[in-house]
């Protein structure tokens, strides 16, 4: 197989177990280019690629940015504000009056959940999910993965993964689950009952509410954000109770006696998911993520633009 | 082409190497991807036996950098690239099995950029199908040229991979 089964990456779970394997055989290859004294490759010189970004983003924007550029796509970019958006344009009108400046990919993040696939089903041109609402985020769940496979060898079966913290507002986590699971890993969630959302364990994962116990069970633990900003109701009492059961110190990780790879899919909470020591510390690989993020979505953009019309 | 015969042009291709190149000193041999590299360890190895010592060997692979790769059908699968010296001021040996068209070989000359500045670039190739070229490429050692017609296939097979070492030329049916 040298081909994905898609046309576009709207999600993890429109892929199939060989699409993952494609990408991260691929991604391979990426990461050795992107170590070289010259970091770029002609691949997608004949393509243009515009970034849509409806929803702030620092580490997604300039990861498939600097992607685009190492595989020398020409790249235009445009986030909402500062747009028409804000005049009322409708997304579909948005999207169709950039690609009519013959665009052939959009990256898009949209804080609506199905935004990509909608714009898929509208508009001529391979669509990129870079996070929608609370949906998924095929990209961070793909480096997320490819990381763990770095550390641990290339098996995944039978690790256990933790995904700990506000579950409710994460696209990461769900997109997160449907690969690890397709990889053969054992996932358990693990945060406040009010931000695990409801029927999830129907997806074939854990549930719990005690990170002590969670951490002792894991191999790695990825600790998602609190999104303060998407929550419009107190989902907990305060944020002292929160870090107090849910927070990650260096003293918990000392207790453990082993050790555990610590994700992170950023931006950080310093103080609050983790602390400073344990952010930085021996056993995250956080910023291994943020160096595979670059290999990975290189991988997804050229295997995407790399089929025939 | 038999094993015997095999074996002799790869004996002949090592000794102009090594007429032309001394002690290795300042040269490296970069086996091109996929299929050049059977062809490089073997060439490698009968180099070491010869007596070139800390002779360096690296796989370059051109998939990201080919003219071509979306008129197919389906993407290029990429293969690994190991070069871990920098090739800048040296002599570069690029070693393949079949030279064609010459589109691969404007490839590597491309992406061996990416790991410095060779002071040149020789070819060494098993096959030289010489009638069918369509950019201004020659190699610089040649096994053995080959009169085939386009709608012919050369293949090169190594007993590294398949059961023995043979070139065979296939004429496509139809």
């Known amino acids: 197989m040298s081909a994905l089964s898609q046309k576009h990456l709207l999600g993890i779970k429109y892929l199939q177990l060989s699409d993952i ?9 990426f990461l050795e280019v992107i170590r070289r ?11 243009t690629i515009a970034n849509i970004f409806f929803e702030n983003s620092t580490r997604t924007k300039l990861s498939f940015e600097l992607a685009e550029k190492r595989l020398s796509a020409d790249v235009i970019n445009f986030s909402a504000s500062g747009s028409s958006v804000s005049k009322g344009e409708t997304l579909v009108d948005t999207v169709n009056n950039i690609l009519a400046m013959k665009v052939d990919m959009v990256v898009m993040r949209h804080p609506n959940p199905g935004a990509a696939h909608f714009l898929a089903t509208q508009v001529n041109a391979t669509i990129i999910n870079a996070g929608d609402g609370a949906h998924e985020h095929p990209t961070q769940a793909l480096l997320d993965a490819y990381s763990i496979r770095q550390k641990f060898g290339n098996n995944l079966k039978g690790l256990r993964i933790a995904i700990i913290g506000d579950i409710l507002h994460s696209r990461v986590a769900l997109s997160n689950i449907f690969c690890l699971k397709m990889l053969g890993a054992e996932v358990r969630l693990c945060g406040p009952a009010t931000l695990i959302p409801r029927y999830i364990d129907q997806l074939g994962v854990e549930i719990s509410y005690d990170l002590m116990e969670t951490l002792r069970w894991c191999d790695v633990a990825n600790f998602l954000r609190v999104q303060h900003e998407r929550m419009d109701v107190k989902y907990f009492p305060t944020l002292r109770e929160y870090i107090m059961q849910y927070g990650l110190n260096s003293q918990l990780l000392q207790k453990l006696n082993k050790p555990i790879t610590i994700l992170h899919p950023g931006p950080i909470n310093r103080g609050v998911e983790l602390t400073s020591q344990v952010a930085d510390g021996e056993h995250s690989i956080i910023l291994q993520q943020v160096e595979n993020g670059v290999a990975i979505r290189m991988a997804v953009l050229y295997l995407l633009a790399g089929t025939r019309e | 082409m038999n094993e015997q015969l095999m074996s002799i042009t790869l004996q002949r291709l090592c000794r102009q190497l090594i007429e032309n190149h001394n002690d290795f000193s300042k040269s490296v041999i970069i086996g091109l991807q996929p299929r050049g590299i059977a062809m490089a360890r073997r060439i490698q190895q009968l180099l070491e036996e010869s007596g070139v010592k800390k002779l360096r060997f690296g796989s370059l692979d051109i998939t990201f950098f080919r003219d071509d790769f979306r008129i197919h059908a389906k993407p290029l699968k990429a293969n690994e690239t190991r070069i871990d010296f920098v090739v800048e001021q040296q002599r570069v040996i690029f070693v393949d099995d079949v030279l064609y068209t010459g589109r691969s070989v404007r490839a590597a000359m491309d992406a061996i950029q990416s790991f410095g500045r060779p002071s040149q670039i020789e070819l060494m190739v098993l096959i030289d199908r010489r009638f069918s070229r369509q950019l201004p490429i020659q190699a610089t050692y040649i096994g053995r040229p080959v009169d085939a017609i386009a709608s012919e296939r050369v293949i090169v097979e190594w007993k590294e ?3 023995k070492d043979q070139v065979i030329i296939i004429r496509h049916e139809g």
């Open chain 2, 161 to 163: 991979e398949n059961e």
């Open chain 1, 21 to 29: 394997e494609l990408i991260f055989s691929t991604a391979d290859e």
């Open chain 1, 37 to 47: 004294p010259i970091k770029k490759v002609p691949s997608l010189r004949d393509k």
